[in-house]
């Protein structure tokens, strides 16, 4: 009998907690997703000192797009949706799992709230303004084979787990490594961690130049010389300007004689 009475409280006290946190939700005012705000390309900061800069559109209140890190371009996914005058979305990696929450209020001009680690839950201040900047994701063709048939060289890029890279090979030399870019009116590619063949350490520099003298100097301290070449990229070739003047002189690759390097897409 005892044990009867207690279950019949236990029952008439969950139904009652129930109908409260019913009442609760109810009682919680329903923001419809907006479909009126306008979005478009913006550019600002995550943190003080990370530039970044989004494209982002409007479909009926859900939200889709990407944006990139200035320092090294690469287009990360976005979605996420428009309630009143607030943004809330998610970073995506190449699983579509979240990597990052964003969220902000939004104005005509701007989007001012915050990016949010998914893991660790540190927060950054997102501070983005509007741009007329157009802001075009990464070419879907970029991956792929070119090849200079002048000097007999093959560049290839590939993308890996959201991250691009590239193989370069000559007569001489296989090379490898990570890839970033630098985005505006032309596309640039950084083949990291290739050593120019030839810069300041190899042409004597006039006392009188101090600028060019300091440079060196740095140069020295490091032990290298300047890493990293970059190509422009259009979508049926890339060009690498291979040596300049006698005012800023470098070679790039010692593999091509050529000035201007033409990969074509094959």
Not at 68 to 94: H, P, R, T
Request: charged share 25%.
């Amino acid at each position: 009998m005892k044990n009867i009475l207690f279950t019949s409280i236990i029952i008439i006290l969950t139904s009652c907690s129930q109908k409260k946190s019913n009442t609760n939700d109810l009682d919680k005012p329903f923001v419809q997703l907006n479909k009126e705000v306008v979005l478009g390309n913006y550019k600002g900061k995550i943190g003080t000192n990370l530039d970044v800069l989004f494209h982002l559109d409007n479909n009926n209140g859900n939200v889709s797009g990407f944006y990139f890190y200035k320092k090294n371009g690469i287009d990360i996914n976005v979605v996420g949706n428009v309630k009143g005058d607030s943004l809330i979305a998610y970073e995506l990696d190449f699983k579509k799992d979240t990597l990052a929450i964003l969220k902000g209020n939004i104005s005509e001009s701007s989007i001012n709230g915050k990016w949010i680690n998914a893991k660790s839950k540190k927060e950054y201040p997102l501070i983005i303004e509007k741009t007329s900047i157009a802001i075009s994701p990464l070419p879907t063709n970029l991956e792929g084979r070119y090849y200079n048939s002048n000097c007999d060289l093959t560049l290839s890029f590939f993308k890996s787990k959201g991250e691009y890279y590239y193989n370069y090979k000559s007569n001489d030399r296989s090379l490898k490594g990570k890839v970033s870019f630098s985005r505006g009116d032309n596309l640039y590619i950084n083949l990291e961690n290739i050593e120019y063949a030839e810069d300041y350490f190899d042409v004597s520099l006039p006392e009188e130049d101090i600028e060019k003298s300091k440079k060196y100097k740095e140069l020295k301290k490091i032990g290298k010389r300047k890493i990293g070449i970059e190509c422009q990229y259009n979508s049926e070739e890339i060009i690498i300007q291979n040596y300049g003047n006698s005012m800023n002189y470098y070679v790039k690759l010692y593999d091509c004689g050529e000035k201007y390097i033409h990969f074509k897409k094959q």
